[in-house]
């Protein structure tokens, strides 16, 4: 499986990104996409996730700011991040899972770099 991210960039405090994730290649239908970050010296985190059904989960942190949304006919997930911190940089990663089949797989993109500048 292919993820292809895009959308990171610099941005001043207050400012928008949007984050696009698309997925190829899967043998088996995927079910949560996902973004995790992982900002320098901290664990990876979550960010948010969406289901093939819709249901969504947000970190608390970025509840209310960032909206993560997909097209389940393209496979592709996007991030909405709005009113950006300066605490919000990292790299952000694509996640996708696959529906089980009972294996669940998981696959990871590069990451892109989402630097907020005070």
């Known amino acids: 499986v292919q993820l292809v991210e895009s959308g990171g960039g610099l941005v001043q405090a207050g400012g928008s990104l949007r984050l696009s994730c698309a997925a190829s290649?899967?043998?088996?239908?995927?079910?949560?996409m996902g973004w995790y970050r992982q900002a320098p010296g901290k664990e990876r985190e979550l960010v948010a996730v969406i289901t093939s059904g819709s249901s969504t989960n947000y970190a608390d942190s970025v509840k209310g700011r960032f909206t993560i949304s997909r097209d389940n006919a393209k496979n592709t997930v996007y991030l909405q991040m709005n009113s950006l911190k300066p605490e919000d940089t990292a790299v952000y990663y694509c996640n996708v899972k696959t529906a089980p089949t009972p294996v669940v797989y998981e696959y990871w993109g590069q990451g892109t770099q989402v630097t907020v500048s005070p």
């Open positions: 290649g899967s043998r088996f239908s995927i079910n949560a």
